[in-house]
């Protein structure tokens, strides 16, 4: 019913920049939030940005904060986040998810696309 697909993904070198993209199909009409999550290799998935899809409000995690750039396209139902400054710590798979209205979590999530970041 509903469907996120990432894109964008890739590698850099240190300090080098990506852009993600996040495309959302099916019932968008019932979104809350959207998020960018990421999960290094042997690391747990965390949060790296999330954005309320009505107010814009948004929120970065501390490791992000004033490197990445979280936006939204409510028109285009697109997501997307913009990555400078990177560091070899960026690298992860970036997922993409969303949280409907009523809902306590993130409940839909994308594949997720690679960011490599070289030294």
């Known amino acids: 019913q509903l469907h996120l697909v990432e894109s964008g993904g890739g590698k850099v070198e240190t300090g080098g920049s990506l852009r993600l993209s996040c495309a959302a199909s099916?019932?968008?009409?019932?979104?809350?939030?959207m998020a960018w999550f990421r999960q290094a290799s042997g690391r747990e998935r965390e949060i790296v940005a999330s954005?309320?899809?009505?107010?814009?409000?948004?929120y970065y995690a501390e490791a992000v904060q004033g490197r990445f750039t979280i936006s939204r396209d409510n028109a285009r139902n697109q997501m997307y986040l913009q990555m400078n400054t990177l560091k070899p710590d960026d690298t992860a798979v970036y997922y993409c998810?969303?949280?409907?209205?009523?809902?306590?979590?993130?409940?839909?999530w994308g594949q997720g696309t690679q960011v490599t970041v070289s030294s």
């Open positions: 998810a969303l949280q409907r209205i009523g809902g306590t979590n993130y409940d839909y």
């Open positions: 954005i309320r899809w009505n107010t814009g409000h948004t």
């Open positions: 099916g019932r968008t009409e019932y979104t809350y939030a």
